[in-house]
């Protein structure tokens, strides 16, 4: 069975994957979500400045939001995302255990590693009592005895944050120098102390953090740590596409690594965008949910664009072969009956009061016109490109007893013009052509209108395009009776009717609408 190739397959189940699969999935995209069920923040027993949010499990918003998705039409898989490689215009991504998906695009989510410090006991508690974000975890560590792991420039910045929160902060400066001058300053304004040496453990007491132990013995009493870890990108699936990892630094200290996008997340291999945390180190989770609907709507516009593309092609292909006659046999070959079997309304209504002679019937498929025409007298030349098309009309005018009055001609009348000035009455309904084939074909029809005869040409008018009638979406093929008449010679052709007349039509989802043909009854003076 050949594989399924989404529009979009998303890496990675958290609130950036998830928000740019529900934008998407909204958007009738087809969508799968790969995730291995490792979100960064599962250590996290609530999440915070979410709004409408606040203070719920992250499990929570996760579990709420695959159901959303779902109810859109979103597929999921559980499983690890190891590589990718471009194959032809999609993506085949290679998960875990040796299965395949293909997606047209990619949206990356994998989100980040934290590297903490290298202390005994201090990642058993991240999460809980050991924080790092004064937005993620400071409203719950308020007015608590809270102790600030140095690890670089930036933890002067982190204790400033945290001092906002409590007047009880610390700076341990775990092996490293004392700030400069100016920066001790600001801390010792703050009321912030600078604990020197290196740390040993964290102690924990009936599991709550109570402390530090310094090297040399020394027991620093706190309730909860801040450390700064190294933010690692995920970035293992996204490396085997060729982009490689930047560092990001912040007043001149590399905080981490990152890979590289632009606003709307789009990296620099096409069709591959990313959001979340694996491209922006500092989101928060309803950043990251911003992030992950933007870059959806980016990668919507790259499918808009892409579909656009094919639609053309395949619209000129369609322009350029659906009225040639392999075309129209394997049309007829589809289908037992293409037609009603009725004559044309509008033929019924203007040949009705004529005189029988002879007639043309261009286009005359399986012969209902033809057979109408037979019937109430007319000499009938009945012109088609298909001959399967005319075998049937031959067949429906012997079971109707006036095959002695048709002549069946197969015949390309772009190309091979009827007699000139021979036929009373030339007939030809919905001959729709790109504007100069149509031009040139009604000018040979006009051609061959005896003097006192009558011409008829019958049409989709342009108003149906507005309509959902359902049919071919061919604008410059539509054409109106005025602006046919103004083809002929004014003193050659008396025009007596150029309409748009409507008539009741049922669509293809059974409602009722009103369509419109385009009517051109000229009679030819001399």
Same mark, same amino acid.
């Given at each position: ?27 009738? $995209? ?27 499990? =992250? ?14 039409? /979103?597929?999921? %898989? ?6 990718? !490689? ?12 040796? +299965?395949?998906?293909?997606?047209? +695009? %990619?949206?990356?989510? @994998?989100?980040?590693?934290?590297? #903490? =410090? ?15 974000? =004064?937005?993620?975890?400071?409203? !719950? ?18 204790? #400033? ?20 001058? !100016?920066? &001790? ?7 912030? &102390? ?43 699936? %996204? ?39 694996? @491209?922006?180190?500092?989101? @928060? ?23 656009? $593309? ?22 007829? +070959? ?23 002679? $002879?007639? #043309?019937?261009?286009?005359?498929? !399986? ?46 009348? +772009? ?49 149906? #395009?507005? @309509? ?19 083809? %002929? ?7 007596? /009717? ?24 000229? $009679?030819?003076?001399?």
């Amino acid at each position: 069975m050949e594989q399924k190739t989404y529009d979009v397959v998303v890496v990675g189940g958290g609130a950036a994957g998830l928000s740019g699969a529900l934008a998407l999935a909204r958007s009738r $995209r087809s969508v799968l979500v790969v995730d291995n069920g490792e979100p960064r923040n599962a250590p996290a027993a609530h999440m915070q400045n979410v709004l409408g949010h606040d203070g719920k499990p =992250p499990s929570e918003l996760l579990a709420a939001g695959r159901a959303e998705i779902a109810g859109y039409g /979103a597929e999921f %898989l559980s499983g690890r995302a190891e590589s990718a !490689e471009r194959d032809g215009e999609s993506f085949r991504v290679r998960l875990d255990g040796g +299965r395949e998906v293909r997606g047209r +695009r %990619l949206l990356v989510t @994998t989100g980040l590693v934290d590297e #903490l =410090p290298e202390i005994e006991g201090l990642r058993e508690r991240w999460g809980r009592d050991v924080a790092h974000c =004064p937005y993620c975890h400071g409203w !719950e560590l308020r007015d608590q005895r809270i102790a600030v792991v140095a690890a670089g420039p930036l933890s002067r910045l982190q204790a #400033l944050m945290w001092r906002q929160l409590s007047p009880h902060v610390l700076l341990l400066l775990n092996g490293l120098p004392e700030p400069e001058p !100016e920066h &001790a300053e600001e801390l010792a304004a703050r009321g912030i &102390a600078l604990v020197p040496g290196r740390i040993a453990s964290v102690r924990v007491s009936d599991d709550r953090l109570t402390g530090v132990r310094l090297e040399n013995g020394d027991v620093v009493a706190a309730d909860a740590l801040v450390a700064g870890p190294r933010f690692v990108a995920r970035s293992a699936l %996204l490396e085997s596409l060729g982009l490689k990892l930047a560092d990001v630094e912040m007043h001149g200290h590399v905080m981490g690594s990152r890979i590289v996008a632009d606003e709307q997340g789009a990296t620099a291999v096409p069709g591959v965008w990313v959001a979340g945390n694996v @491209t922006n180190l500092s989101a @928060t989770v309803a950043v990251a949910a911003a992030g992950g609907q933007t870059a959806a709507a980016a990668v919507n516009l790259d499918l808009i664009a892409e579909d656009t $593309r094919l639609a053309v092609a395949a619209y000129r292909e369609r322009i350029a072969t659906m009225f040639e006659e392999q075309a129209w046999e394997e049309r007829y +070959r589809s289908r037992p009956a293409i037609w009603s079997g009725r004559p044309n309304p509008q033929l019924v209504a203007e040949a009705e009061p004529l005189a029988a002679g $002879r007639a #043309l019937d261009v286009g005359s498929g !399986e012969g209902a016109d033809a057979v109408w025409l037979a019937k109430r007298g007319w000499h009938v030349t009945a012109v088609d490109i298909s001959t399967v098309a005319l075998s049937r009309a031959a067949g429906h005018a012997a079971d109707e007893g006036v095959a002695d009055r048709i002549t069946f001609s197969h015949a390309d009348l +772009r190309s091979q013009a009827p007699a000139e000035h021979s036929y009373d009455l030339v007939s030809a309904h919905f001959m729709h052509l790109v504007p100069k084939a149509r031009q040139e074909l009604y000018a040979r029809l006009a051609g061959a209108v005896a003097p006192g005869g009558t011409l008829l040409i019958v049409g989709h008018h342009p108003k149906d #395009l507005a @309509t959902t009638v359902g049919r071919m979406h061919f604008p410059e093929m539509l054409f109106t009776a005025e602006e046919i008449a103004a083809t %002929l010679d004014a003193e050659r052709w008396e025009i007596v /009717a150029a309409d748009a007349r409507p008539r009741p039509f049922t669509d293809p989802e059974g409602r009722a609408i009103t369509i419109h043909d385009a009517v051109l009854v000229a $009679r030819r003076r001399f």
